[in-house]
């Protein structure tokens, strides 16, 4: 045999070897367990990916691991890859259908992909062999909630409450269901300015009544004012119309007969919402007194965990040149959008926020200085049915015929809105 040939032999013998040897060392050999123990550990210490290695090497020699697998699948939804997750599900559901645990983290990759039809199917099949089960029941609700079916989800859930009527769980959500279900709301606020100088204290009373439509809601409100010795009245009505998932717009219209408002006043925004949880818009106001003054605002918006930052600059044109002025607000959640810690802070003078406390005849109105601070709370009583608020806030304002000069505003503001079906 030639040297030639036996090199070529001898390397071919020496490649065979080594793939073998490679494919060796991917086949599993360990305890499953422990190195499933392991896999948990790093997929719940943000390391998913070793962990989804690590699962997946496991599989290799128990491919009817189906607990390994499940979770597996689990790491995969939290990941947002929800197709993935919906495979190995399947595989698993081909042979074995008996386990809950399955069952219950399938539908809530359904529910994470924003499939709540094919959420609640699983459910009703996942029911059938698990009958009444609590849990199951509770995913099945959020399943027909996310159909636009509240009603059909406040009828499961109470089948949960009727077995066991102190499940916490339940009944928070049958709570927050009854909330969703009373679309009609009456609500009052009161609110009075003390002034450090000047002026005698100045009330504002509003009543207002609102309904949340599939379009969005609509917000007619009377204003009530008693100003300079005066009284007088605003009707007003705020639109909030559904454009398009994660688009929606703002719309305002209000009319007086009294010099205490506008004789007009209407303005409309549009929201965007945008990744990473930042919302913003664009919009503009429009007062017509005598005059007419226009104001062009809008937002950025940030929601961060129970938290929500926003910023809100106006420019307001006038023969003097651009006024501008801006605010910050901060509100920390507890338990819902209706309870709340806000605060806010603002500086320069705007006629969107200040119309109400001077007449805004006067363009050189714009230019005045200002600087303001407010801070309010907000809640609600255990049904969510009834929703207080009180704000208290402080401004250093100057004085609009006496420019250079300047006095101190208290406001304190209170309120209580019934929400009912």
């Known amino acids: ?215 969005g809601s609509i917000s007619p409100k009377l204003n009530l004012n008693r100003r300079f010795n005066e009284n007088g009245a605003q009707f007003e009505v705020d639109l909030y119309p559904k454009i398009a998932k994660g688009l929606y717009a703002y719309v305002n219209l209000g009319v007086s007969n009294s010099f205490l408002f506008p004789d007009v006043k209407f303005g409309a925004e549009l929201y965007q919402s945008l990744p990473k949880s930042f919302e913003v818009s664009l919009g503009f106001r429009t007062l017509k007194y005598s005059s007419t003054t226009n104001i062009y605002t809008g937002s950025l918006g940030w929601y961060t965990g129970n938290s929500y930052w926003s910023f809100r600059p106006y420019f307001t044109p006038g023969e003097t040149g651009t006024s501008k002025s801006g605010t910050l607000t901060y509100r920390r959640y507890r338990s819902d959008a209706d309870n709340y810690l806000g605060m806010s802070i603002g500086m320069g003078f705007s006629p969107e926020i200040n119309q109400l406390q001077f007449n805004a005849n006067d363009a050189q109105i714009v230019n005045l200085e200002s600087q303001k601070f407010n801070i309010g709370y907000y809640f609600t009583t255990s049904n969510k049915q009834n929703a207080w608020g009180a704000q208290f806030g402080v401004a250093h304002q100057e004085i609009v015929f006496d420019q250079g000069n300047f006095f101190w505003i208290y406001s304190l503001a209170l309120s209580w809105e019934l929400k009912f079906k």
């Not at 128990?62 to 595989?91: M, Q």
């Not at 969703?180 to 450090?196: E, F, P, T």
């Open 1 to 215: 045999m030639s040297t030639k040939i036996l090199l070529k032999l001898t390397f071919i013998v020496a490649l065979f070897a080594s793939m073998q040897m490679h494919a060796q060392e991917k086949v599993y050999n360990g305890d499953p367990d422990a190195s499933f123990e392991t896999a948990r550990n790093l997929a719940f210490n943000q390391q998913r990916k070793q962990a989804q290695d690590t699962l997946l090497h496991i599989l290799t020699k128990y491919p009817d691991y189906h607990e390994i697998r499940a979770f597996l699948a689990t790491t995969y939804s939290w990941d947002g890859d929800y197709k993935k997750s919906r495979k190995l599900f399947n595989t698993i559901f081909e042979k074995d259908v008996k386990n809950k645990e399955t069952w219950i983290a399938a539908i809530k990759n359904e529910l994470w992909a924003d499939l709540p039809f094919a959420a609640l199917e699983m459910s009703n099949n996942a029911l059938k062999i698990f009958p009444n089960d609590p849990e199951l029941l509770y995913l099945k609700a959020s399943a027909q909630e996310n159909t636009n079916n509240p009603i059909d989800a406040l009828t499961t859930i109470q089948t949960v409450l009727d077995s066991n009527s102190q499940d916490q769980k339940a009944i928070d959500y049958k709570a927050s269901l009854d909330k969703l279900l009373r679309k009609n709301a009456i609500g009052i606020n009161a609110a009075v300015d003390l002034y450090s100088s000047v002026f005698d204290p100045m009330q504002y009373y509003s009543l207002k009544y609102s309904r949340q439509t599939k379009y």
